[in-house]
């Protein structure tokens, strides 16, 4: 399976604790993207890298939130001192944007996150 | 500010009849649109997608038809099968593809 994977799917922590995600995007695709989504609500941007530049930042990133994309591959979303109002699905997608063809952005199954 | 928006959160629809799902959006430099679909549990799966130099986009049962001068894209999905039950998603993005927005979703059943 090719596809964009992202590792845990799930995660409970208690409010306080720190988490990290992580995020394999498709091989080939050059632009990686964090979005959350909670209930009822479209996927939201949250910053996007071109390679392992991270070009772009939502306002709802907070101080908390931080992302890496250390080699142009797989990326990880840190958060720090988790709040209740952090529980959301994070999904990760993954995008090549250039050339003749660009291709569509792919999305992984996602972290589903509770903050107990 | 919401710049993507499907008004309908739910539609039912017959086995074999046409689903028509709409989506309107704000931001006139919106050059790319996209339609997922998204099942419990998972990650929203691409569909297709429409570029602003073209009005319509078929692929199978799915047709994209856009509207650049009301702001309103939609999807129909003909016919419709009880399988394609499902949250579907529009989004848009500019040229640049640097964000992608996207709407709150509109639930989709079919009833066989």
């Known amino acids: ?116 | 500010d919401q710049q993507v928006k499907q008004n309908s959160p739910s539609l039912s629809v017959q086995e074999g009849r046409i689903s028509i799902l709409n989506c309107d959006y704000t931001n006139s430099m919106f050059d790319y649109f996209l339609w997922y679909k998204k099942y419990p549990a998972e990650g929203p799966t691409f569909l297709i997608s429409i570029s602003s130099i073209k009005d319509k986009n078929e692929d199978g049962r799915f047709t994209v038809f856009l509207n650049k001068s009301a702001k309103h894209l939609s999807l129909h999905i003909v016919p419709s099968q009880p399988g394609d039950s499902a949250v579907y998603f529009c989004a848009a993005s500019e040229y640049n593809f640097n964000k992608f927005y996207f709407g709150s979703g509109t639930k989709l059943n079919v009833k066989p």
């Open chain 1, 1 to 116: 399976d090719t596809g964009v994977s992202q590792d845990p799917r799930h995660k409970i922590t208690k409010r306080g604790q720190n988490v990290t995600f992580r995020c394999d995007p498709i091989s080939e695709h050059n632009r990686l993207y964090w979005y959350r989504q909670t209930l009822g609500q479209g996927p939201e941007f949250l910053t996007y890298f071109q390679n392992e530049a991270q070009l772009e930042k939502s306002r709802l990133l907070s101080d908390r939130f931080s992302a890496e994309r250390p080699k142009g591959s797989f990326s990880t979303l840190e958060i720090q001192r988790t709040e209740q109002g952090d529980s959301a699905m994070y999904l990760c997608a993954s995008h090549f944007v250039g050339g003749p063809s660009t291709d569509t952005q792919y999305f992984g199954p996602g972290t589903r996150l509770t903050v107990l």
